[in-house]
């Protein structure tokens, strides 16, 4: 049972437009969400999060959009540039036995023209 | 300040092996994480060690295990490896566990397991 979903395995954006990348997810429990970037050969690097009790976090070009009644959550990349180009992952935290446990989507791989 | 290290970075064995992946965190955390990343598929949750403990694990088979050690290093071995154990093994650590809200994970450049 996939409980976080990244439905589009890959986005191509040309430079300077928008990325927007999306995430949804099932479990309501949820209270905690980040997006990580991940370049090849690389281990995933953390890139901005979002509480459950904001709808947007912004961090220079990157923009997190939480839409708890849908159980949505998407990142945008404004402008884009070649540099973003990797593998987005979504990841949503909940407790689970008493611990923050972290579930990861399956990645949507950004290719940014130039 | 040293990120997530792993070792070694390809390990190629034969099935029905055993196979024994290593990782340090970052000075000062104290839970590592596994996850196992096959071929088009995300990231699975593997095991999660705190404290010397395990904390959680995902749904993975009992012959994948593993320890964490008193200076919070940890090992994960797998045993009867199958050729769908063919994977990137990525470990990550964090300072915290709980009902910290941060629950920003670093993560080490992986393993690449590969089974014959």
């Known amino acids: 049972d996939q409980q976080v979903k990244q439905n589009s395995p890959s986005l191509s954006v040309q430079e300077g437009r928008i990325s927007i990348l999306n995430c949804d997810y099932t479990?309501?429990?949820?209270?905690?969400f980040l997006w990580y970037k991940k370049y090849p050969a690389e281990g995933p690097t953390f890139l901005i999060s979002?509480?459950?009790?904001?709808d947007k976090n912004e961090d220079g070009r990157f923009t997190v959009f939480l839409n708890k009644s849908a159980k949505h959550l998407s990142l945008h990349i404004v402008p884009s540039q070649p540099g973003d180009s990797a593998v987005y992952f979504c990841?949503?935290?909940?407790?689970?036995?008493?611990?923050?446990?972290?579930?990861f989507g399956t990645g949507t791989k950004l290719q940014v023209i130039p | 300040e040293a990120g997530v290290t792993q070792s070694p970075t390809h390990l190629i064995k034969t099935r029905g092996q055993q196979a024994t992946l290593r990782c340090s965190p970052i000075?000062?955390?104290?839970?590592v994480y596994w996850y196992q990343q096959a071929l088009g598929l995300g990231l699975q949750f593997l095991l999660w060690?705190?404290?010397?403990?395990?904390?959680n694990r995902g749904n993975f088979p009992p012959r994948f295990s593993g320890r964490q050690f008193p200076n919070y290093s940890s090992e994960l071995n797998v045993n009867a490896l199958e050729l769908e154990d063919s994977a990137l093994y990525l470990c990550?650590?964090?300072?915290?566990?709980?009902?910290?809200?941060?629950?920003?994970?670093?993560f080490g450049p992986g393993t690449r397991l590969t089974v014959l």
């Open positions: 979002i509480s459950s009790i904001k």
């Open positions: 479990n309501s429990m949820f209270d905690y």
């Open positions: 000075s000062g955390h104290t839970s």
């Open positions: 060690y705190d404290e010397g403990e395990e904390r």
């Open positions: 990841a949503a935290s909940s407790l689970s036995g008493g611990y923050q446990k972290v579930t």
């Open positions: 990550a650590s964090s300072p915290y566990f709980g009902t910290s809200i941060y629950n920003e994970q670093f």
